[in-house]
């Protein structure tokens, strides 16, 4: 059934997965997300405005688009779908996708946690008609449903009447949003056909939406289940086994350990979002010190270090034990894997990855900073029925207008810096996401340095970043130039003295500085 669902009667497959390598992206790869209406005229289609747009400003420069939602909708600006087979008329039709498909790697949303209330699926679903009267998740008021881990502050049971009575139904999001019942076979199946239909129309990114919540079970937090990674492991087989190139990314705004853990043993997502990022950066900007960012790296090199540790002796348990373990705590980017970088995206700036990196009372000025030039907070409810900061509702550049001692003439610089951090960054875009990346000690947290070094180990990359308004002075030092190669400043151009004793980097400056190759 599931090799039917995937592979109709005509499709071809590898005899043989892929296996795990650094070959799905590259330092070319950099991606674009936006609305499929986000340009209109009033006269043609917005998907052709779209296509035209890419093809005149960003071919060359950006080689990816996500297109959120393109389908046929109800609400939440597209994430609350009423037909996965259909694009949303509005905006096109499939033939305008296969355009943008031909030129630029394509990524689109799986919703696969929940449809529109007012989809043919839940009509269905309320009539009683087969298979749909199976297709969604019922509780009762009556349920223990404290441990429920809520992104919303919204009820989490939704009463509506069918044929057979009244039922309550799981809305993790809004009551338009109801939640499928993953219990039943026969949604995963429909939603293997469903990515097969993206795959066949030009999708090369598959975009796990709120994949987390996917499984629940009464009692539990209904987040994270070993049945949802079991469904990413058995969508991330098919994808392998495809004869297409197929990207399975996963979206999951929570905690570091909880988002890390969706790459699991290399075999589920192939590149996650690196969500700890937005509020990091975010706090390191506004209070001109990257003490928390740079932690974060730390972190994730000492995780490195372990799992090196780990691997060597799990080597040694292999040759004595023929056999293979593996412990849960995974790497930032096992081998086959990447992360995605970004500042921010249509939901804002999810506050959930902040959680055990930032104090409370850093988290609290980074939004009290953001209500202050006009932001939004969106709340979510906690098990004792308090509620807790979820997403900050604001651009990134507008963030960038302010410190926290309030507003300066750096902003724009300000907004440059943060996205040049994030491009320094392992994962995607701008360095080959895999090269190998440490953290530098400057010996000042106002400087946010980062070493890069190719995969063919002929190139290296120091990228220094300064987080403050003022001029910053550090030893060269801590760099540790070769003195008889040439140095230069990738985004200036300037020459770099190797044997100079200081750097000084002026505020909300970035030097990249490199070995000439």
């Known amino acids: ?48 405005l779209l296509s035209d747009f890419l093809g005149t400003y960003l071919k060359g420069t950006l080689n990816a688009v996500h297109i959120l939602p393109f389908f046929p909708y109800t609400s939440d600006d597209g994430f609350a779908v009423s037909d996965f087979r259909s694009v949303n008329s509005q905006l096109g039709d499939w033939p305008d996708i296969n355009r943008i498909a031909q030129d630029f790697t394509l ?58 009575g009244p039922r309550h139904v799981w809305c993790t999001f809004s009551h338009d949003q109801i939640d499928l019942d993953f219990r039943n076979s026969g949604v995963l199946l429909e939603f293997l056909r469903i990515i097969r239909l993206h795959v066949d129309n030009g999708v090369q990114i598959i975009r796990l939406d709120a994949v987390a919540f996917l499984w629940k079970e009464i009692g539990s937090p209904s987040i994270h289940l070993p049945q949802t990674h079991a469904v990413i492991k058995l969508m991330r087989l098919l994808c392998d086994l495809a004869a297409e190139k197929i990207i399975l990314l996963t979206e999951t705004n929570v905690p570091k350990a909880e988002n890390l853990s969706y790459f699991g043993e290399n075999d589920e997502a192939h590149a996650i979002y690196n969500f700890p990022l937005p509020p990091l950066i975010l706090h ?103 509620e807790s900061p979820y997403e900050l509702n604001t651009t990134f550049y507008d963030a960038m207008s302010h410190t926290f001692s309030g ?4 902003h724009h610089a300000r907004f440059i810096c943060s996205q040049t951090i994030v491009m320094s960054l392992e994962g995607i875009p701008a360095f080959h996401p895999n090269a190998t990346q ?17 995969l063919d180990r002929r190139q290296s990359i120091f990228a220094l970043h300064n987080v403050s308004n003022a ?47």
């Open 1 to 48: 059934m599931v090799i039917d669902a995937f592979w109709p009667e005509g499709t071809e497959r590898r005899q043989r997965g892929r296996v795990p390598g650094n070959t799905l992206w590259s330092q070319k790869d950099a991606l674009l997300i936006t609305y499929g209406n986000s340009i209109t005229d009033g006269a043609h289609k917005p998907l052709d």
């Open 107 to 164: 990524m689109s949303d799986l919703v696969l946690n929940h449809v529109s209330s007012q989809g043919y699926w839940f009509n269905a679903y309320r009539q009683g008609q087969a298979p749909y009267d199976k297709f969604f998740f019922e509780a009762s008021p009556e349920d223990d449903l404290r441990a429920v881990v809520r992104p919303r502050t919204t009820p989490l049971l939704s009463e509506v009447e069918t044929s057979t």
């Open 284 to 386: 390191a900007m506004m209070s001109g010190n990257a003490q928390y960012l740079r932690q974060r790296q730390r972190q994730r090199q000492r995780q490195r270090q372990r799992q090196r540790q780990r691997q060597r002796q799990r080597q040694r348990q292999r040759q004595r034990q023929r056999q293979w373990q593996w412990q849960r705590g995974m790497p930032p980017a096992p081998m086959g894997c990447a992360y995605l970088n970004f500042t921010a995206s249509h939901d804002g700036i999810g506050m959930r990855p902040a959680e055990g990196l930032l104090p409370e009372d850093e988290k609290q000025q980074v939004i009290d900073t953001v209500k202050t030039i006009g932001g939004m907070v969106s709340m979510r409810t906690m098990p004792d029925g308090s």
């Open 407 to 410: 507003p300066d003439e750096h």
């Open 438 to 454: 440490f953290t530098v000690n400057m010996g000042d947290e106002r400087v946010f340095g980062i070493w890069r070094q190719s």
């Open 471 to 517: 001029n910053v002075t550090v030893p060269a030092a801590a760099l540790n130039l070769i003195e008889d190669q040439d140095w230069v400043d990738l985004l200036s151009g300037a020459a770099i003295d190797a044997t100079a004793s200081e750097v000084t980097v002026a505020p909300y400056q970035c030097l990249w500085i490199t070995n000439r190759i």
